[in-house]
Nanobody, 118 residues
Framework: VQLQASGGGLVQAGGSLRLSCGSS????????MAWYRQAPTKQRELVAA???????NYADSVRGRFTISRDNANDTVNLRMSKLKPEDTAVYYC?????????????WGQGTQVTVSS
C-alpha cells in the first residue's frame, strides 16, 4: 500500500495535534501499523504501533500523551498527540505491514513535520 501522512504543523508547548495516515488500500488486513519520528541529528525512533488485534505499544517518552488508533472504515491510522513538548519536534512517518524477516515495515509515508515551540 501507499501511505500519505498529514496533519503536522507548528504548535505551542502544551498543545495538541492529530496526525493522519491515509492508505491507498484497505488496512483491515494489515497486522501492524506504526508511527515513527526523526529529529534533526537523531535516528528514527518508534513512537507508537498497533496491531489489528488491538495491541498497542508506545515509546516511554510519549506514553500517556499520544494515542494511536485505526479507522478501518476510512483506511487511516491516526496519532493523537497532546501535552506536546519541544522535544517532540520531528518529522513523523507512518508505516505499515511489518516484515519479521527484515525487521522493518514494508510501506512508509512521506513524513509530516511537527514543530513544538517553547
Amino acid at each position: 500500500v501507499q501511505l500519505q501522512a498529514s496533519g503536522g504543523g507548528l504548535v505551542q508547548a502544551g498543545g495538541s495535534l492529530r496526525l493522519s495516515c491515509g492508505s491507498s488500500g484497505s488496512i483491515s488486513s494489515i497486522n501492524s501499523m506504526a508511527w515513527y519520528r526523526q529529529a534533526p541529528t537523531k535516528q528514527r525512533e518508534l513512537v507508537a504501533a498497533n496491531t489489528k488485534g488491538g495491541i498497542t505499544n508506545y515509546a516511554d517518552s510519549v506514553r500517556g500523551r499520544f494515542t494511536i488508533s485505526r479507522d478501518n472504515a476510512n483506511d487511516t491510522v491516526n496519532l493523537r498527540m497532546s501535552k506536546l513538548k519541544p522535544e517532540d519536534t520531528a518529522v513523523y512517518y507512518c508505516a505499515a505491514d511489518f516484515d519479521p524477516f527484515s525487521s522493518t515495515f514494508r510501506s512508509w509515508g512521506q513524513g509530516t513535520q511537527v514543530t513544538v515551540s517553547s
